[in-house]
């Protein structure tokens, strides 16, 4: 009999109908939007502002209309007017360029400077893979820039016979790959995505005479693009705009001085220390991202707990470059030349703990590097400090040295004390990145998110007045709640093979909805399981409380249920809370890698409750 059961249900794998058919509400919203069955532009106009919460006037809506009828290959009167059916009405919600789920365009204040805003940066940009043993290549610094990453770090070591710039992870066994070649493949990609400016962090292991070949290559690469402060000026009281920086490509690193200093100040024993410093905050922390966050009971399927387990990364004693000691030098010679170049001054935080270091109030704005532990230690006791370095500085985070496999950490913790620069393995994988890529789908995908007014406190002209009085450990109370509702799903029978779930039968596709944020608005929630259907139709509902909305991603992962093994992955995406345009909205879904999954998606309405 079960033999029988398992035939008749391959069959229908290949002759299964598909319930394209509208979600109850958008049936429910055409009839009242509409008559005689049919939706002409004075009533798409309302149910576009009634509904979608958009400002169009009559002509606006005839044109949108218009557009996708034109495009869909509609044919009706050219001398009347457009008009919808409830059929048309839902193709158009699924549309992604005519109804997104979030605006396309720069929308945010670019004249403030940098440091009020989150930058897109990259974790050791040439890497094409692990951290140890990978190629070093030009191709993922193109691939990164392209994604809309703005800064871009390299490190630099000489040549075997010292005449030459190498980019590679010093002490390691990854293959190099010419520094100018570098060079010449930010010049090519910088400004393919975005025209706001390129920041390139050099970790520099080089002799003074190969700085000045360094600074040599990067003036006759970048030429005019090049932007770095004039002759006078020993560095900015604030850094300049992303408006003032547009098409432009700017350098950070240490000035040579700095760099001497702090090969004296870095013992082997000190580093040693911070080795282990790091590793007990390995333990103690794990590593977020890598296991599905506790399952919600609204929805439980059927016989097996929900949870996408995957096999935690090898720990191993490792140290950011940062960490390592410097290659020896001769104090007597410095290159003038590229510290000239340099308009980002970096260096590691000085005095006796990283509050001193923070603390404190220089007459120039600077950038401060802190690895993921480092962070973790100092926000537990003094998180304002932290937010209040960030007003004018630059903070930047890096992944810890254990990172072989080139994952990732959670970036939330850095963003909520003000860290601009949250460095990532752009080739790595997994959660954590995901949420990077949908942080930064902010502002038009720029590269470039402002900063909440929490975490700047300052005027209008965007001078600072006072001390930020954030604390992300107590963010008060609820500010703003969102409603999520999944209707349906579709794409994957045309992207997929038919047996690409399961052998015999349709997928059994569920979806996971929930908030990365500040600790408190944290939370995953599931939809129902729909059995043996290519085009899910769940129409369950949800609802978040946010405290700290401004920091909040919505996650969105469908996942394909399996009774006896490890759940299929059926896409991801997440997107920025405040960016979301409330109503019926289309979501794209992506793959693990960030690239997308056309056609798959879904028909989400978002609401928001103050």
């Not at 770090?153 to 070649?181: A, M, Q």
């Not at 005019?224 to 920086?245: C, K, M, N, R, W």
């Not at 460095?423 to 959660?431: L, P, T």
């Not at 995953?524 to 409380?545: C, G, I, L, S, V």
Request: with cysteine; hydrophobic share 35%; charged share 30%.
């Amino acid at each position: 009999m079960l033999a029988v059961k398992s035939f008749w249900r391959c069959l229908s794998c290949h002759t299964f109908d598909v319930d394209l058919s509208a979600p109850k509400d958008v049936k429910d919203l055409f009839k009242k939007y509409s008559e005689y069955e049919v939706m002409r532009p004075e009533h798409f106009q309302k149910f576009l502002f009634e509904v979608q919460g958009e400002t169009k006037s009559e002509a606006d809506a005839e044109a949108i209309m218009t557009k996708f009828l034109s495009e869909k290959g509609t044919v009706w009167e050219k001398l009347t007017r457009p008009k919808f059916t409830l059929d048309a009405l839902l193709t158009y919600l699924f549309n992604e360029q005519l109804n997104p789920a979030i605006d396309y365009e720069v929308h945010h204040d670019m004249k403030l400077p940098i440091s009020q805003y989150f930058i897109y940066t990259g974790h050791n940009s040439y890497l094409t893979g692990n951290q140890l043993s990978s190629d070093c290549s030009e191709k993922p610094i193109v691939t990164a820039l392209k994604r809309g990453v703005r800064v871009i770090e390299l490190d630099l070591w000489p040549n075997p016979s010292k005449d030459n710039i190498l980019v590679l992870h010093g002490r390691t066994l990854t293959t190099p790959v010419d520094f100018e070649k570098c060079i010449v493949a930010i010049r090519d990609n910088a400004f393919v995505s975005s025209e706001f400016p390129v920041v390139i962090t050099f970790e520099d292991h080089l002799p003074a005479t190969l700085q000045a070949k360094a600074a040599e290559i990067v003036h006759k690469v970048l030429g005019d693009t090049l932007y770095y402060p004039d002759a006078s000026q020993e560095g900015f009281p604030e850094f300049p705009s992303p408006e003032v920086l547009k098409r432009r490509i700017i350098i950070s690193t240490k000035p040579p001085k700095e760099y001497l200093a702090c090969q004296k100040s870095e013992s082997p024993q000190a580093l040693s220390l911070g080795a282990v410093e790091e590793r007990k905050e390995i333990e103690r922390e794990g590593s977020w991202g890598d296991e599905l966050p506790e399952i919600s009971e609204d929805f439980p399927s059927p016989e097996k707990s929900l949870p996408v387990s995957v096999e935690p990364a090898p720990e191993l004693d490792s140290s950011d470059e940062e960490n390592k000691p410097p290659e020896k030098r001769d104090e007597s010679k410095v290159a003038p030349e590229y510290k000239r170049i340099i308009t980002i001054r970096a260096g590691k935080p000085k005095g006796d703990s990283l509050k001193d270091a923070l603390a404190g109030d220089d007459a120039y704005a600077r950038r401060v590097s802190l690895s993921e532990p480092q962070l973790s230690k100092v926000v537990k006791s003094h998180p304002r400090i932290v937010v209040s370095f960030t007003n004018k500085n630059i903070l930047r985070v890096y992944p810890k040295g254990t990172r072989i496999d080139s994952s990732n950490y959670n970036p939330l913790k850095a963003w909520a004390h003000g860290a601009q620069m949250v460095a990532f393995n752009m080739q790595g994988y997994g959660r954590p990145l995901w949420l990077v890529h949908g942080f930064f789908r902010a502002n038009g995908g720029c590269g470039y998110v402002k900063k909440p007014d929490f975490l700047v406190d300052g005027n209008s002209e965007g001078q600072l007045t006072r001390q930020p009085s954030f604390d992300p450990t107590n963010p008060g109370p609820v500010k703003k709640t969102l409603k999520v509702k999944v209707y349906q799903g579709r794409g994957w029978l045309e992207r997929f093979s038919r047996n690409h779930f399961d052998s015999f039968t349709p997928p059994d596709f569920y979806t996971r909805v929930g908030i990365a944020g500040v600790k408190v608005d944290t939370v995953m929630k599931n939809t129902q399981t729909k059995m043996d259907n290519w085009a899910p139709r769940w129409e369950d509902e949800f609802e978040f409380p946010l405290r700290v909305p401004e920091l909040a991603l919505l996650r969105i992962e469908v996942h394909e249920y399996d009774a006896t093994g490890k759940d299929d992955f059926g896409g991801q995406t997440c997107l920025p809370v405040q960016e979301l345009k409330p109503g019926i909205r289309t979501v794209p879904l992506y793959d693990k890698k960030g690239n997308e999954l056309s056609p798959v998606r879904l028909l989400m309405r978002f609401t928001f409750l103050d």
